[in-house]
T-cell receptor, first 116, second 115 residues
Framework: NAGVMQNPRHLVRRRGQEARLRCSPM?????VYWYRQLPEEGLKFMVY????????ESGMPKERFSAEFPKEGPSILRIQQVVRGDSAAYFC??????????????FGPGTRLTVL | AQTVTQSQPEMSVQEAETVTLSCTYD???????LFWYKQPPSRQMILVIR??????QNATENRFSVNFQKAAKSFSLKISDSQLGDAAMYFC????????????FGTGTRLKVLA
């Protein structure tokens, strides 16, 4: 059973470009979470999605950031017009859909975004 | 809102010795989970140990154990027989047992292991 997959692992963008980060959850998991880790800081919750629905986006900046989890395919975190302050590691985690086993999120390896 | 506090930015331990990392949290929920994650330089988040709040017994995983004090809202991690490979950032995390199940992380403790 493959774990949570994220790609790319490293992404370099120039200021003003768009960044697209992808996350494929574990098999059988339909809950996806995105977290951001700024340099020398802990992980901060950004958004929680289920298939075709955003459940909680309270941690996501109101502008330039968006997320989706379509019926088919991976979850996408999109950052438009990137700025240097967006440089961070972005982690995706998934949670089981089965009631009674919602007790641990499984993390992907992260995408390190560098904005030049 | 829930909060997680790690008051030790950095800790050092001699190889083969024991070290305890502190974590306190605040919540009004009665049922929740607490976690310790290890983050080595590779940045991968590695689950070290998990504690269910409804269980009074402290969780143990080999050399890692926790001291869970629910009334005091304290959740410390003890690492016994420290090894060089234990050197990493350690994050304490909280997850409610209902609702959105999102994690709330502490700011982390950097553990150095001295040979």
């Amino acid at each position: 059973n493959a774990g949570v997959m994220q790609n790319p692992r490293h992404l370099v963008r120039r200021r003003g470009q768009e960044a697209r980060l992808r996350c494929s959850p574990m098999k059988g998991h339909s809950h996806v979470y995105w977290y951001r880790q700024l340099p020398e800081e802990g992980l901060k919750f950004m958004v929680y999605l289920q298939k075709e629905n955003i459940i909680d986006e309270s941690g996501m900046p109101k502008e330039r950031f968006s997320a989706e989890f379509p019926k088919e395919g991976p979850s996408i975190l999109r950052i438009q017009q990137v700025v240097r302050g967006d440089s961070a590691a972005y982690f995706c985690a998934s949670l089981s859909s089965r009631q009674g086993v919602k007790d641990t999120q499984y993390f992907g390896p992260g995408t390190r975004l560098t904005v030049l | 809102a829930q909060t997680v506090t790690q008051s030790q930015p950095e800790m050092s331990v001699q190889e083969a010795e024991t070290v305890t990392l502190s974590c306190t949290y605040d919540t009004s929920e009665s049922d929740y989970y607490l976690f310790w994650y290890k983050q080595p330089p590779s940045r991968q988040m590695i689950l070290v140990i998990r504690q269910e709040a409804y269980k009074q017994q402290n969780a143990t995983e080999n050399r890692f154990s926790v001291n869970f004090q629910k009334a005091a809202k304290s959740f410390s991690l003890k690492i016994s027989d420290s090894q060089l490979g234990d050197a990493a950032m350690y994050f304490c995390a909280y997850m409610g047992a209902s609702g959105t199940y999102k994690y709330i992380f502490g700011t982390g403790t950097r553990l150095k292991v001295l040979a």
